[in-house]
């Protein structure tokens, strides 16, 4: 069986982007493929974050993680930082990985953007996330269309480590998910709906309650055309909308077309937020029954032993190959 490596960032409560874009993908590849699925707290810290709300954000996430479909009986589910390996295989990868490799990163450039002081993790953390992917010997990589050029850093740094040390690492293939790849901003639908984003309205997170999701949606940028109609390119927020009804309420973009034809957008709208609700109502009662239980605790533990075990295989490896520390008999 092909294994699958992903993770995600607990800078906050993931979105609806998140959710459509990498957790639905998740929970329909975990009974294909052997699946680890990672908290990646260490990438959190590229950035200032106060300690009590990343402890509290890391529990969520992995909460939602279940909440929203993976099974523990299926997938390995761990924090990063409960693994040792990643932290010292994205140090052994940061020394092949080049300079100027990290510098056309876009996203170091866009997170780094206009800022006085930048940390040196924001510029190095991509050789960490090779480290994450490359442990687990991953077969396939799940991704928004946003982060295939860093799995093309890794497919770069794997090659390379295996000619100039020895062949142990798995090439990995990037998965991008047809549909729902990248959901956009509610105010802006020519940028993705991103965690981070200082406008409120323009993100609908998964914790959100029926209330905020309506007026999010209601308020959604849409066109003075009047006419629901997919056309990325003309018809930017109205085509999000749709692709977002789409994926949630299990029809195609021709028969929402069809159904809203001669119809305006305040009905378009309103039937979206109900979609919407009834997407995540039972993710967030499950959510709720897991955020304190022990539960929670026992599938993490669990989780952080099996990926220890595998992690470690691997960084002995690639010291081996490296010719660190003592050749023991």
Aim: charged fraction near 30%; hydrophobic fraction near 35%.
């Amino acid at each position: 069986m092909k294994t699958i490596f992903s993770g995600i960032q607990p800078s906050g409560t993931i979105t609806l982007g998140n959710y459509i874009g990498a957790i639905m993908q998740f929970t329909e590849l975990q009974h294909e493929y052997n699946c680890y699925f990672c908290v990646v707290d260490q990438h959190a810290i590229t950035v200032q974050q106060d300690r009590l709300q990343l402890r509290k954000n890391i529990k969520s996430l992995a909460a939602l993680y279940l909440a929203s479909g993976i099974d523990p009986d299926h997938s390995t589910i761990f924090i990063q930082s409960e693994v040792p390996a990643h932290a010292q295989a994205g140090w052994m990868l940061q020394c092949v990985t080049y300079m100027g490799e990290l510098e056309r990163m876009t996203q170091f450039k866009d997170k780094s953007e206009g800022k006085e002081t930048v940390s040196s993790g924001l510029f190095t953390y991509p050789a960490l996330m090779v480290g994450d992917i490359l442990l687990y010997k991953t077969d396939v990589v799940p991704v928004g269309d946003d982060q295939k050029q860093h799995i093309e850093l890794t497919r770069d740094i794997a090659e390379r480590f295996n000619k100039k040390y020895n062949d142990i690492f798995t090439i990995p293939e990037i998965r991008i998910s047809k549909n729902g790849a990248r959901i956009m901003s509610l105010q802006d639908p020519l940028k993705k709906m991103s965690k981070s984003d200082e406008n409120q309205k323009a993100t609908i997170t998964i914790l959100d309650d029926p209330k905020q999701i309506e007026k999010k949606i209601k308020s959604a940028v849409t066109d003075s055309e009047g006419i629901v109609r997919y056309d990325k390119d003309n018809k930017p927020g109205v085509s999000n909308l749709l692709n977002i009804y789409s994926i949630l309420g299990k029809i195609s973009i021709e028969e929402l077309e069809a159904k809203y034809e001669g119809k305006g957008y305040g009905e378009f709208k309103s039937d979206l937020a109900e979609v919407v609700v009834n997407a995540i109502k039972p993710i967030q009662d499950r959510y709720y029954e897991l955020i304190d239980s022990k539960e929670l605790d026992d599938i993490l533990d669990q989780g952080a032993d099996k990926a220890n075990t595998v992690a470690y295989k691997m960084v002995k490896k690639m010291e081996n190959a490296m010719g660190l520390g003592r050749k023991r008999k």
